[in-house]
């Protein structure tokens, strides 16, 4: 069972980056699918989420406007950052729910699969 993230790089504040998970299809194709990211010192912090169904989307609020969370059929998350920030600098890694699962996307409690993590830095 995996969730591949791929797309970090280093990139001037003010730009942007796609971020991108490739999930087991057989895994997560009823999952739903998101992003943290972790800063060095800093607590792993929820960034985006989206539904199974791709219908429904939640965002951090240091985000919302900026970043854009989509999947397609093929079990892929993906996370457009635009105006991106020295702040956004973390390790990003891709998330998943298998199972059932009530509360909300806010913080990790929701994740049991997690993707290796992908490096963002913007840089000032």
């Known amino acids: 069972v995996q969730l591949q993230a791929s797309g970090g790089g280093l990139v001037q504040a003010g730009g942007s980056l796609s971020l991108s998970c490739a999930a087991d299809?057989?895994?997560?194709?009823?999952?739903?699918l998101g992003w943290f990211r972790q800063a060095p010192g800093k607590a792993r912090e929820f960034v985006a989420a989206?539904?199974?169904?791709?219908?429904?989307t939640y965002y951090a609020d240091s985000v919302k406007g900026r970043f854009t969370i989509s999947r397609d059929n093929t079990v892929s998350v993906f996370l457009q950052m635009d105006s991106l920030k020295p702040e956004d600098s973390a390790i990003y890694y891709c998330?998943?729910?298998?199972?059932?699962?009530?509360?909300?996307?806010?913080?990790?409690?929701?994740?049991?699969?997690w993707g290796q993590g992908t490096l963002v830095t913007v840089s000032s």
């Open positions: 989206v539904s199974w169904s791709g219908d429904r």
């Open positions: 299809r057989r895994a997560f194709s009823a999952s739903p």
């Open positions: 998330a998943a729910r298998v199972g059932p699962f009530s509360g909300n996307y806010y913080n990790a409690a929701w994740v049991n699969y």
